[in-house]
């Protein structure tokens, strides 16, 4: 008899709980409408968020391509000098090393 009360018991709070919690859940809720409104307002920042951030991403590869390219143009500081500024800057570099070749030398 303790069993069979046990269970009616139990089974009655079971009951209870979904009925409660279908309440909760059932369309006529206010707050389960509420709810759902919040839900979707979730959901809608979340797809702009994601659209932003693909946005993003692809504005990042397009720099980063830029970036790259620039990079190698600048490459050689001497390239957009003339060839005849090119070689004066050439001749007095190596007159400079030569003249530091020559003072660590006397030093020796």
Request: no cysteine.
């Amino acid at each position: 008899m303790k069993k069979y009360l046990r269970y009616l018991i139990k089974s009655s709070q079971l009951n209870y709980d979904l009925n409660h919690h279908n309440v909760l859940l059932s369309k006529d809720n206010p707050h389960s409408k509420r709810f759902q409104q919040l839900l979707g307002e979730i959901k809608n920042e979340v797809d702009s968020l994601k659209s932003q951030l693909s946005k993003l991403e692809h504005e990042n590869s397009e720099l980063k391509t830029e970036l790259k390219e620039t990079k190698e143009k600048e490459a050689d500081i001497f390239s957009p000098l003339k060839e005849t500024d090119r070689m004066a800057l050439k001749h007095q570099i190596k007159g400079l090393i030569s003249k530091i070749d020559d003072h660590l030398e006397d030093r020796v």
